[in-house]
């Protein structure tokens, strides 16, 4: 299938802006690019790789690595899985705790083979820019960490991170590539005050300026996006938003913050929310006119009518908007996910 180029193909008046958030449940970079790219040719400006290798558990697995750090005995257990925590050594500097690299350039550096690969075959669309997800730092410390130990470590894995940014644009072409920034555990455990400890240690005007600070630290050349989550273990929330508003009102706090422009910031929508009371607050939402917007509010159990009623619901306060899932393709079966990419397709040629 070959995409020539046409500028009336992504024409905002004619096709509604579609992302694909992130994970697929397909082993290999080269499966997730070649159905998104087929599927959704003309429709996403930007293609996953899928995340084949995890998502935070990639980053997670560079920490013992760091000089100062030492496995805790806690635990943690999600639905999908059971994993170790980690805590600074007794006694060692905070300031000197060294992270390395975290590897997410490596990623990058083997999936846009693939990419360019397919985009010269004529199987992606010219123009479309290979999409890489990476966890907040703040995500990654308070997932892995415990206590005042996620405020000693979260320092030395914001330049971590940072570094592995600067990285990944010497491993690829900026003007060709999009990071997205996933926001979860700001969401879940201190504006939804999941763990109460943690929300009394992180003020949410502090989180704010980390994302900012993350979202400026990708060159102007490469898109940047805010994926803001409620956590997806299992293929479930941690926490079921009462609404929009905490979203909404973070952020307006990140967008006040930042030097670069956001090129676009996504929201989760779940399935049996169509009332107006949950988008409402969507009439505060500050966003600048070249930030695109996305409502994740596609779900394949319900498919176009659901979405339909969701995105109705959704114009009553705000009329520019795009689709998207709540979160990745990771828990929908194999089978399932061209049957999810064709509702994507659908709900993109506006009514």
């Given at each position: 299938m070959n995409m020539a180029a046409n500028d009336s193909m992504l024409d905002p008046d004619v096709i509604r802006p579609t992302l694909l958030v992130g994970s697929f449940p397909f082993k290999t970079a080269a499966e997730t690019l070649e159905l998104g790219g087929t599927a959704l040719g003309g429709i996403a400006k930007r293609l996953t790789d899928g995340e084949p290798q995890g998502w935070n558990r990639f980053a997670a697995a560079r920490i013992p690595a760091a000089e100062g750090i030492k496995p805790d005995a806690a635990w943690t257990k999600l639905p999908n899985r059971t994993f170790q925590r980690f805590k600074v050594r007794e006694g060692f500097p905070p300031a000197q705790i060294e992270f390395g690299s975290i590897g997410y350039a490596d990623i990058v550096g083997e999936?846009?083979?693939?990419?360019?690969?397919?985009?010269?075959?004529?199987?992606?669309?010219?123009?479309?820019?290979?999409?890489?997800?990476?966890?907040?730092?703040?995500?990654?410390?308070?997932?892995?960490?415990?206590?005042?130990?996620?405020?000693?470590?979260?320092?030395?894995?914001?330049?971590?991170?940072?570094?592995?940014?600067?990285?990944?644009?010497?491993?690829?072409?900026?003007?060709?590539?999009?990071?997205?920034?996933?926001?979860?555990?700001?969401?879940?455990?201190?504006?939804?005050?999941?763990?109460?400890?943690?929300?009394?240690?992180?003020?949410?005007?502090?989180?704010a300026a980390a994302i900012a600070r993350a979202i400026d630290a990708v060159p102007v050349e490469v898109d940047v996006g805010v994926h803001l989550c409620y956590g997806n273990p299992g293929g479930r929330h941690v926490v079921e938003p009462r609404d929009l508003e905490n979203l909404v009102s973070f952020s307006n706090l990140v967008t006040s913050r930042i030097r670069r422009p956001l090129d676009w910031l996504h929201m989760p929508v779940p399935i049996e929310r169509h009332d107006h009371p949950y988008f409402a607050a969507l009439q505060g939402l500050d966003l600048s006119r070249d930030t695109e917007f996305y409502l994740g509010l596609v779900h394949l159990a319900d498919g176009f009518e659901g979405a339909s009623r969701r995105i109705a619901a959704a114009r009553q306060f705000r009329r520019d908007f795009g689709v998207s899932t709540e979160c990745g393709f990771r828990y929908v079966p194999e089978a399932s996910v061209g049957t999810l990419l064709e509702l994507h397709r659908q709900l993109a040629y506006r009514d």
């Amino acid at each position: 299938m070959n995409m020539a180029a046409n500028d009336s193909m992504l024409d905002p008046d004619v096709i509604r802006p579609t992302l694909l958030v992130g994970s697929f449940p397909f082993k290999t970079a080269a499966e997730t690019l070649e159905l998104g790219g087929t599927a959704l040719g003309g429709i996403a400006k930007r293609l996953t790789d899928g995340e084949p290798q995890g998502w935070n558990r990639f980053a997670a697995a560079r920490i013992p690595a760091a000089e100062g750090i030492k496995p805790d005995a806690a635990w943690t257990k999600l639905p999908n899985r059971t994993f170790q925590r980690f805590k600074v050594r007794e006694g060692f500097p905070p300031a000197q705790i060294e992270f390395g690299s975290i590897g997410y350039a490596d990623i990058v550096g083997e999936s846009f083979t693939i990419f360019e690969k397919l985009q010269g075959e004529g199987r992606i669309r010219p123009g479309v820019r290979l999409q890489q997800s990476l966890p907040s730092p703040f995500g990654v410390t308070a997932m892995y960490f415990t206590g005042d130990d996620i405020k000693s470590v979260f320092p030395a894995f914001e330049r971590a991170m940072f570094d592995e940014v600067a990285e990944i644009c010497r491993r690829a072409p900026a003007g060709r590539i999009a990071l997205q920034w996933d926001v979860a555990l700001e969401i879940v455990e201190v504006l939804e005050r999941h763990d109460p400890a943690i929300a009394e240690m992180f003020a949410p005007e502090n989180l704010a300026a980390a994302i900012a600070r993350a979202i400026d630290a990708v060159p102007v050349e490469v898109d940047v996006g805010v994926h803001l989550c409620y956590g997806n273990p299992g293929g479930r929330h941690v926490v079921e938003p009462r609404d929009l508003e905490n979203l909404v009102s973070f952020s307006n706090l990140v967008t006040s913050r930042i030097r670069r422009p956001l090129d676009w910031l996504h929201m989760p929508v779940p399935i049996e929310r169509h009332d107006h009371p949950y988008f409402a607050a969507l009439q505060g939402l500050d966003l600048s006119r070249d930030t695109e917007f996305y409502l994740g509010l596609v779900h394949l159990a319900d498919g176009f009518e659901g979405a339909s009623r969701r995105i109705a619901a959704a114009r009553q306060f705000r009329r520019d908007f795009g689709v998207s899932t709540e979160c990745g393709f990771r828990y929908v079966p194999e089978a399932s996910v061209g049957t999810l990419l064709e509702l994507h397709r659908q709900l993109a040629y506006r009514d």
